[in-house]
């Protein structure tokens, strides 16, 4: 068996939920086939609220992303509603697709981080640590199954103690079907679910805590190649919160959304 690459890891729980076009969490072939036929450069995010359940007319600047060639993340970047970065990081990578170092901002507070990885029991499983003594007993370890996809993901916290877990189950075209985070007793704490349509494009993401207590979801729209044009996020009781368009350039071309609100896609 080949030794896993694991392109994109997984940012700190408070940025997950903020992942555009990329979703981190996707199995390997995922992540290939966004980047197979599409070499996506950047990604800039128009993002319109919803006030009282109607379209507010003037959208504004919400996200920029940058990619490498082999469909890295490299820069990313969020904006306020005053139109305002308040979160801004640069990305590097080693030969194998890993994540090795984030440094930028998040509001007023600096962000330096750097990894480094060990790799066991022939490559199904993965060790990342931070390379600063502070946090030399900080880790995440990941388990992968036979198709080289994350199975189960670990995180074990500066003083060496287990705090969270996730499991990743996947459905028989290998698209990522559901993640769950447990707790450091084994609770379920969080769950999200996937659906996808014929392509294989994930159309549909609902998040819920513990006992399937459903607290938000998100309805997502293509184009012919696969790349997502727009996001809908609904509240818990499926009311419209915001809607976010996208604006692709490409390494050979521009490519933008087509309409926006409830104009057809």
Not at 49 to 54: I, R, S, T, V
Not at 126 to 139: A, G, N, V
């Amino acid at each position: 068996m080949k030794k896993p690459v694991l392109y994109l890891f997984l940012l700190f729980c408070f940025l997950v939920s903020t992942a555009q076009i990329y979703n981190e969490d996707f199995s390997r072939q995922q992540k290939i086939n966004i980047f197979k036929e599409n070499k996506v450069w950047m990604v800039y995010g128009w993002t319109f609220l919803y006030p009282k359940g109607k379209q507010e007319k003037k959208g504004k600047k919400s996200s920029f992303e940058r990619f490498d060639h082999n469909g890295n993340r490299t820069e990313e970047m969020y904006y306020d509603r005053d139109g305002k970065p308040n979160y801004a990081c640069e990305f590097l990578y080693d030969e194998k697709g890993n994540q090795v170092k984030r440094m930028g901002n998040s509001g007023d507070e600096a962000i330096y981080e750097k990894w480094n990885y060990s790799s066991t029991e022939n490559g199904k499983k993965l060790e990342r640590k931070s390379e600063y003594k502070k946090s030399k007993d900080e880790r995440w370890t990941y388990t992968f199954n036979a198709e080289e996809n994350i199975a189960e993901e670990v995180y074990y916290d500066i003083n060496g103690i287990m705090s969270s877990k996730c499991g990743y189950v996947y459905d028989d075209k290998m698209n990522l079907a559901e993640k769950t985070e447990y707790d450091a007793y084994g609770n379920v704490y969080k769950k999200w679910t996937y659906k996808y349509d014929d392509k294989g494009n994930n159309i549909e993401m609902q998040y819920s805590l513990a006992n399937n207590r459903l607290q938000g979801s998100s309805q997502m729209h293509y184009d012919k190649k696969g790349n997502m044009k727009s996001k809908f996020n609904f509240d818990k009781n499926e009311n419209i919160i915001d809607l976010t368009v996208y604006i692709y350039q490409f390494y050979d071309g521009l490519h933008s959304a087509r309409g926006t609100g409830n104009k057809e896609y």
